[in-house]
């Protein structure tokens, strides 16, 4: 029993498992970031330039 607890602790193959996902979950919490401040730029872009076009007069 005390050889397993020795090799366990000294078992290193999950820590690289355990980087990847702090990784992927970094930089899939960016792309949420970038996601949400694009849309509201374009929602802003959007909304401004419906209300420049519905201001126009076509005569």
Do not use: H
């Amino acid at each position: 029993m005390m050889n397993f607890i020795k090799n366990f602790r000294k078992d290193e193959d999950g820590a690289v498992t355990v980087d990847w996902v702090v990784l992927t979950a970094a930089v899939v919490g960016l792309a949420v970031a970038a996601y949400t401040s694009i849309e509201t730029g374009a929602a802003d872009l959007t909304a401004k330039t419906g209300s420049f076009l519905s201001a126009q007069d076509p005569n």
